[in-house]
């Protein structure tokens, strides 16, 4: 019996109840969201789960929604399930004024740095990583660049004129 | 030290009377066996590695955040610089991920041209890598000898987009031109001599003494820890692990072809230099075989290189030089002005490298809301450390040039 | 074994007469035994034809730069034959790629270790002006941290351009004065970077 998305659905209802939510299937892939805290559980019940097995991490980032209160940051898992050939997406949001997220650095070796850069970029704190600082940006930078109030622009830079270049 | 001089001329130290310390030694940005600016500072014990941290980021060029500035179309020539030995595959890869997005689905033809394009380019990325593994160990003339018929494939580049490297190859839903016969020429040409060059390349190396005692055994990692930290293409099926993109989510067509996924067993680099002069002859198989489907189709289906999009598509440069609606509708694409659909889509292609992904987020607005790469050599330049632990310095060389470490692609 | 490798599938041939560039000597005074020129021009001449350049690769425009090493394109017949990779062995800094702001001391730094006299040459536009990386992260052109003598623009620029960048800092190496490097206007011009 093939894993279609009806039953992960079906056992990922009957195992956490109301706490996961929103589900979507945009493009044919299953999105779902749970409170930040249960977001190891979730992750440790597909993978462990001989049905579901996700065992793959295919990547991790986050995504800055300003408007939303409360819920302004949404850091997305995309799992794979290698063996039946099944990819699901999973969400979690968390509040921009306390970013804290457990990490999936126990679970997934590859979430390391993945979290590092969901660090650099956005801010958001991974709880018990072991070793959460700036990947890509200098390490001195103050501003966490990809939420959405920073310009894309250096704003000290003195050769190109904003007014020319149409900004 | 007198005292310690005994009759055997043999000096031996008293004990406790030298602390044994490890050295630190900066394998820094600018070397000439980092291919790429990335930087690892090792301890060393002697010339043992005890651990390895590595530093990344020195080409970070902010992508992402470009991205968000862009229109569709471009995103396109930052995407040329991920990866920028396979161009072309990050290219189409793009052009995929918008189609999905758009809803527009393509002929046959275009999605084998697109196949004939994309094997050359994996073809470009293999060699580079393995000739470097050559270069690292030793043996230059290898590098010298299939740089020649990589600049065969960089014309036939030149003949469909003008472009050699960073090539800006194709429209969402088809190619901006018809392959003409010149190109059509060079792929035959290529066909034709390039069989010969890879079985001597093959001939100097895979049976080369020194070539197998340097990378047998250097670097080894096992399918559950390549697994676990997210290896994906060449890496991990010289691990053991049989994934490969085109053949789980078949994408432009791949499932009308027929072709072998090599894949390793202890995942070393002569694995995956093994692995990847494997996938080169298998490449050359599809593109022989793409290339005969298409001289066998007629009439109009033989003429078509785009999909029918014209909200999409820009149109011919003729007629946007001479017409003035297909003036406005390229103005008005290229800036995104036309209907983009809010929605999420995960696409994958299978790059140079591994699972190269496109989460795009659309708000219906003009530029993405998100995009975010899924970079393969981001993910698992993370294992160089377990695979280095205990080995000696040259092989560390050895390690990090097989992995086919791209900066570009690591740091977007 | 296929060889050689032509790639111009309709070739024209070439026409040779009349049409070959040969280097020539000096300007000077010839006799029995004897040639008389001007020293900066020997040392010149000298230099320009045996420069040892130092790859600093970073990206796309590093892998044109590998293929104007390979065969077909040819670096070696410039006298660049040997690539050096430590800068206090080398003449000319080609710096081939984009710098971010996270390497911009590493290039400094680099820059410093080479010995007088040294010449840059900023290939590509990510490293002439920052090219289509108009970001937070990317330094806009390596002329905010070392003075550079030639830059070469093309995304990435084609190997022809890239000798033809070459030759120009060839040109440059040979007329150069031997007074240069101690002139006020160098001094000058190594202060405003921060360079003593």
């Known amino acids: 019996m093939s894993l279609t998305n009806e039953t992960i659905k079906a056992r990922l209802i009957e195992k956490f109840g109301e706490q996961v939510s929103n589900f979507e299937e945009p493009y044919g892939m299953l999105t779902f969201e749970a409170p930040k805290e249960m977001n190891l559980k979730v992750m440790q019940f597909l993978f462990d789960d001989t049905e579901l097995r996700f065992q793959f991490l295919t990547d991790l980032t986050a995504v800055h929604y300003p408007d939303k209160a409360a819920r302004e940051l949404a850091v997305v898992y995309h799992l794979h399930n290698l063996v039946d050939n099944v990819r699901i997406r999973f969400k979690v949001f968390t509040d921009i004024n306390k970013p804290d997220i457990f990490t999936a650095t126990q679970l997934y070796s590859s979430a390391n740095w993945m979290e590092r850069e969901t660090y650099d970029f956005f801010g958001v704190n991974f709880v018990g990583h072991p070793n959460l600082k700036r990947i890509l940006n200098v390490d001195e930078m103050d501003y966490f660049p990809l939420l959405k109030q920073y310009p894309l622009e250096d704003q000290t830079r003195i050769d190109k004129d904003d007014a020319m270049f149409g900004r | 030290m007198s005292e310690t001089i005994t009759h055997h001329h043999h000096i031996k130290l008293p004990e406790g009377s030298i602390e044994k310390t490890t050295t630190t030694l900066n394998l820094g940005p600018t070397h000439p066996a980092t291919h790429g600016v990335f930087q690892n500072i090792l301890e060393l014990d002697g010339e043992r590695i005890v651990s390895a941290e590595q530093t990344v980021g020195y080409i970070h060029r902010a992508f992402e955040k470009l991205a968000e500035r862009r229109p569709l179309y471009q995103i396109t020539t930052i995407t040329d610089r991920l990866n920028y030995c396979s161009s072309p595959i990050n290219n189409m890869g793009w052009h995929l991920t918008c189609e999905k997005l758009l809803g527009v689905k393509t002929p046959k033809r275009v999605d084998y041209l697109r196949i004939i394009i994309m094997e050359l380019a994996r073809i470009s990325d293999h060699l580079i890598c393995n000739s470097v593994v050559g270069v690292d160990s030793g043996a230059y003339t290898g590098f010298l000898y299939v740089m020649q018929y990589r600049e065969l494939i960089y014309e036939i580049y030149e003949e469909v987009c003008g472009s050699r490297l960073t090539t800006n190859m194709g429209r969402i839903g088809g190619f901006e031109r018809n392959f003409s016969n010149t190109a059509f020429e060079k792929i035959e040409k290529f066909l034709n001599e390039y069989p010969a060059v890879l079985k001597e390349f093959e001939n100097l190396f895979n049976r080369n ?151 795009l987020i659309s708000d219906g607005g003009r530029t993405p809301y998100r995009l975010h790469f899924r970079r393969p050599c981001f993910i698992y330049y993370q294992a160089y450390s377990e695979l280095t632990k205990g080995s000696m310095l040259s092989d560390a060389i050895i390690v990090m040039s097989s992995l086919n470490l791209i900066a570009g692609e690591m740091d977007a | 074994m296929p060889r050689p490798v032509q790639f111009n599938i309709h070739p024209i041939p070439a026409d040779t007469k009349d049409n070959i560039s040969m280097v020539g000597a000096p300007e000077g005074h010839a006799g029995e035994g004897f040639f008389a020129t001007k020293l900066s021009d020997v040392v010149g001449l000298a230099r320009k034809n045996s420069i040892w350049p130092m790859p600093f690769a970073t990206s796309c425009c590093g892998i044109e730069f590998m293929a104007t090493m390979a065969s077909h394109y040819d670096l070696a017949r410039f006298g660049a034959e040997r690539l050096g990779f430590s800068p206090r062995q080398c003449d000319l800094l080609m710096v081939m790629g984009t710098i971010a702001k996270k390497m911009g001391p590493i290039v400094k730094q680099v820059y410093l270790q080479m010995a007088e006299p040294r010449w840059v040459l900023a290939v590509g536009a990510c490293a002439s002006s920052g090219g289509i990386f108009d970001t937070y992260s990317v330094l806009q052109g390596i002329d905010q941290v070392v003075p550079v003598d030639v830059y070469v623009p093309g995304c990435p620029p084609r190997p022809e351009a890239i000798l033809d960048g070459f030759m120009k800092i060839q040109d440059l190496v040979g007329q150069e004065s031997l007074r240069r490097r101690n002139s006020d206007r160098y001094k000058t011009l190594l202060e405003s970077y921060g360079i003593q």
């Open chain 2, 209 to 359: 003494r020194i070539f197998m005692e340097r990378t047998i055994g250097a670097g080894p990692i096992s399918a559950a820890r390549a697994l676990n930290y997210g290896f994906t293409g060449p890496n991990l099926r010289a691990a053991g692990v049989d994934y490969d993109v085109r053949v789980h989510t078949p994408y432009s067509s791949y499932d009308d072809f027929e072709f072998e996924i090599p894949v390793g067993s202890t995942g070393d680099c002569y694995d995956r230099f093994l692995v990847r002069n494997q996938e080169m002859w298998q490449s050359l198989s599809i593109i022989s075989q793409a290339y005969k489907k298409i001289q066998e189709m007629k009439g109009a289906d033989a003429e078509v290189y785009h999909a029918d999009a014209p909200a999409y598509y820009l149109p011919e440069k003729k007629d946007v030089y001479t017409k003035m609606e297909a003036l406005i509708w390229h103005f008005k694409i290229i800036m995104g002005e036309t209907e983009i659909p809010p929605g999420e889509v995960y696409q994958s292609v299978e790059g140079g490298n591994g699972e190269l992904g496109f989460y």
